[in-house]
């Protein structure tokens, strides 16, 4: 049942404002139990694993149980994101600036969404609203204080970066765990696309833009677009200076 506010009563249990179902709690069950488990799940076995009846069976409980403490699917979800995820790292206090505070905000991102792929396989259908996610959202935003930036272009700005991240760390999960055979990506176009319907392609495969071989640093890739997103928010910046 939600609470007065309106915010579902398994959110305010993740905050400490409530600590146990308003009726009938299962003795030994705890909202912290029902999500560790369902986050054992979802590494071992994938999200699919996952379903109310799933974690109940690995707790010895029935469904309903459960949904004493977490009233949908969704809760749960939210409340495995913000357990997987965890708390952000502290603000280096080596950082010179807002440009170096958002880099390495988003690398730290980065390497907590890869430790925990299959978060990537989870919707984004709602603002962030579960303690750990806010202690992101707080971190990105302080990473502008000092800037002439409006409160709600920061907003934005955390939230494009954010895209960026999720986005670059699912391509690098879904390579990670592709398991068929490795294919020459320049060659396997040369050999499929007429050039004279793909000039530009057939440009970037001459100049060997394409080739996917032991050169390729995904790393340097990722930097590569990290900065172009930075190159913008700076030039944002400089106009509101």
Request: aromatic share 6%.
């Amino acid at each position: 049942m939600d609470g007065d506010s309106g915010v579902p009563a398994s959110i305010e249990a993740a905050w400490g404002l409530r600590s146990r179902p308003s009726y009938g709690p299962r003795p030994g069950l705890s909202l912290e139990q029902i999500v560790d488990t369902a986050v054992r799940l979802a590494a071992t076995e994938g999200l699919t694993a996952v379903s109310m009846v799933r974690v109940g069976k690995e707790l010895g409980t029935s469904p309903m149980a459960l949904y004493r403490y977490v009233a949908a699917k969704n809760e749960l979800l939210d409340l495995m994101l913000d357990a997987g995820l965890g708390a952000p790292p502290a603000d280096p206090g080596d950082a010179t600036g807002w440009r170096d505070r958002l880099d390495r905000w988003s690398r730290d991102y980065l390497a907590g969404l890869l430790a925990n792929a299959w978060m990537l396989q989870v919707p984004v259908t709602a603002p962030p609203i579960t303690p750990n996610q806010i202690a992101w959202l707080e971190r990105g935003l302080a990473a502008l204080h000092g800037t002439a930036v409006a409160e709600r272009e920061k907003l934005s700005i955390v939230m494009l970066l954010s895209g960026f991240v999720r986005s670059w760390a699912a391509m690098a999960a879904g390579q990670a765990a592709d398991d068929r055979k490795p294919v020459d990506y320049g060659q396997a176009l040369t050999h499929l696309a007429d050039p004279r319907n793909f000039p530009a392609i057939t440009a970037a495969i001459a100049a060997g833009a394409i080739d996917h071989d032991a050169t390729y640093d995904p790393d340097a890739e990722f930097t590569f677009g990290l900065d172009r997103v930075l190159d913008g928010i700076a030039a944002l910046v400089d106009r509101r200076t």
